[in-house]
């Protein structure tokens, strides 16, 4: 199994970027997929997360706080791909951003993910 989020850069305070988040190796469609983010000295923090859709799902999609109203998370199965789309961009979102495979209950905790993939990483300036 392999993930790999793609899509990072340098921007300005409210900008757009929408982060790719691909897997290999799994049964796409089986699987709920999450993005995280992780600052310098902070812990990992839950951006958002889509459930999968083989089966019934109570939760289909969930958004942090500071995501909602501005990010979209979405899935592309044929590519086997999640996408986090990030509009007006603060510079508090400056982070790597990481997807993962999700099993079990809550979405927003990173104990109920695995298969961490390389993080990539979200500049903001102003």
């Known amino acids: 199994v392999q993930l790999q989020a793609s899509g990072g850069g340098l921007v300005q305070a409210g900008d757009s970027l929408r982060l790719r988040c691909t897997a290999s190796?799994?049964?796409?469609?089986?699987?709920?997929i999450g993005w995280f983010r992780q600052a310098p000295g902070k812990e990992r923090e839950f951006v958002a997360f889509i459930g999968r859709t083989d089966i019934w799902v109570s939760i289909t999609s969930m958004y942090s706080d500071s995501a909602k109203g501005r990010f979209t998370i979405s899935r592309d199965n044929a590519q086997n791909a999640v996408y986090l789309q990030m509009n007006s961009l603060k510079l508090e979102d400056t982070a790597g951003y990481y997807c993962a495979l999700h099993r079990g209950s809550r979405p927003d905790l990173p104990e109920n993910y695995h298969s961490w993939g390389q993080g990539t990483q979200v500049t903001v300036s102003s």
């Open positions: 190796g799994v049964a796409f469609a089986t699987w709920g």
